[in-house]
């Protein structure tokens, strides 16, 4: 059973930083691709970043340049870097792994950002 657990929420002010990190176990694969999704209150479920096994980026355009997703293939982990933190980052973050057709899910970890 493939289980994804993220860490690193939390509580920061505006222009701070935070680390999220996924851990994956379970697969017996290499997931395609890695990623990070965040829903705000009142809001649907956005893509945040996600990068391939090959290490191919994309991000959205509200956190370029701020964010950085990065993986390691060997741990089966993705991280998320985030600085230069604003209120509208704050959000429920959730860690997303894709192979093929199927797709799994953490749980989530808050990450609330104060002005």
């Known amino acids: 059973q493939v289980q994804l657990v993220e860490s690193g929420g939390g509580l920061v002010q505006a222009g701070g930083s935070l680390r999220l990190s996924c851990a994956a176990s379970?697969?017996?694969?290499?997931?395609?691709?890695m990623g990070w999704y965040r829903q705000a209150p009142g809001k649907q479920r956005e893509l945040v970043a996600d990068?391939?096994?090959?290490?191919?980026?994309s991000y959205a355009d509200s956190v370029k340049g701020r964010f950085t997703i990065s993986r390691d293939n060997a741990k089966n982990t993705v991280d998320l870097q985030m600085n230069s933190l604003k209120p509208e980052d704050t959000a429920v973050y959730y860690c997303n792994a894709k192979y093929y057709n199927y797709a799994y899910w953490g749980q989530g970890t808050q990450v609330t950002v104060s002005s």
């Open positions: 379970g697969n017996w694969f290499s997931f395609n691709v």
């Open positions: 990068i391939t096994s090959g290490r191919s980026t």
